[in-house]
């Protein structure tokens, strides 16, 4: 699951530091706008299957890919 996130991550931020830097915080460092945060919620419904809602957690809560690893892998698992 980690590997497939951090793919998605990299085609989005169009640049491969995601998976070699999981707490890089990709707002800050300007690899994610809003545009590119909800083609990432999009990419991760469909290739995954795991729906994450706009809404349901804060830009804060997904700004390494750590943490979007974590979120998706719970919600995958049900949890």
Do not use: H, W
């Amino acid at each position: 699951m980690e590997e497939k996130v951090l793919d998605i991550l990299a085609e989005i931020c169009e640049d491969e530091v995601v998976k070699e830097e999981p707490d890089i915080n990709i707002v800050e460092e300007g690899l994610v706008d809003s545009l590119a945060y909800m083609q990432l919620l999009f990419e991760i419904e469909d290739k995954l299957g795991v729906v994450i809602a706009p809404t349901e957690f804060s830009r804060e809560e997904m700004d390494t890919p750590r943490k979007i690893v974590e979120i998706v892998s719970k919600k995958s698992e049900g949890v």
